[in-house]
T-cell receptor, first 114, second 113 residues
Framework: DTGVSQNPRHKITKRGQNVTFRCDPISEHNRLYWYRQTLGQGPEFLTYFQNEAQLEKSRLLSDRFSAERPKGSFSTLEIQRTEQGDSAMYLC????????????FGNGTRLTVT | AQSVAQPEDQVNVAEGNPLTVKCTYSVSGNPYLFWYVQYPNRGLQFLLKYITGDNLVKGSYGFEAEFNKSQTSFHLKKPSALVSDSALYFCAVRDIGDDKIIFGKGTRLHILP
């Protein structure tokens, strides 16, 4: 168990650029979640996958955000035409399929949009 | 929809004293409840969970939490605080029939030496 891995750890981009983050979950976990965390707030749910299927997406999520998990293993989160309000920590978590299974989080990708 | 509230932004406790971090929740059915801890520039680490059974659940690093259904609360406790317990603590809830976990806004725990 090598834990959940996220890359890059930090990303600085200019407003209007596209960015992509990667998450590698714990290998036997079939569920993968993306959350966003801003300063002084708890993690905010964005979307989640069971294997390669994206099962739920937050209504708060702009159309500029898209996530994929093409082979049911790693996942990518892309933000198009970034805005300063997108600056946040983006957290990935994985879990087994049971509802009582806790989430295991990566260390996050900190995005700064200038 | 489920929700969780952490009424205290910060809790200060002297080292060696007992600590409590409060959490209340709202769900439509029976809840799954979790506590996580976050250290600076790190992801969240799982501490403990309540699914069913005993109202007092024990977790990592000497922490425990008490589930109270009538008060819809799940307070985090530790009998004797350590300076190293200083961190950000999040309560989270998953409603039966819903796959996502919703987090509170967090409580910063500051243990004074």
């Amino acid at each position: 168990d090598t834990g959940v891995s996220q890359n890059p750890r930090h990303k600085i981009t200019k407003r209007g650029q596209n960015v992509t983050f990667r998450c590698d979950p714990i290998s036997e976990h079939n569920r993968l979640y993306w959350y966003r965390q801003t300063l002084g707030q708890g993690p905010e749910f964005l979307t989640y996958f069971q294997n390669e299927a994206q099962l739920e997406k937050s209504r708060l999520l702009s159309d500029r955000f898209s996530a994929e998990r093409p082979k049911g293993s790693f996942s990518t989160l892309e933000i198009q035409r970034t805005e300063q309000g997108d600056s946040a920590m983006y957290l990935c978590a994985s879990s087994l399929g049971q509802l009582n299974s806790p989430l295991h989080f990566g260390n996050g990708t900190r995005l700064t949009v200038t | 929809a489920q929700s969780v509230a952490q009424p205290e932004d910060q809790v200060n406790v002297a080292e060696g004293n007992p600590l409590t971090v409060k959490c209340t929740y709202s769900v439509s059915g029976n809840p799954y409840l979790f506590w996580y801890v976050q250290y600076p520039n790190r992801g969240l680490q799982f501490l403990l969970k309540y699914i069913t059974g005993d109202n007092l659940v024990k977790g990592s690093y000497g922490f425990e939490a008490e589930f109270n259904k009538s008060q819809t609360s799940f307070h985090l406790k530790k009998p004797s605080a350590l300076v190293s317990d200083s961190a950000l603590y999040f309560c989270a809830v998953r409603d039966i029939g819903d796959d996502k976990i919703i987090f509170g806004k967090g409580t910063r725990l500051h243990i004074l030496p």
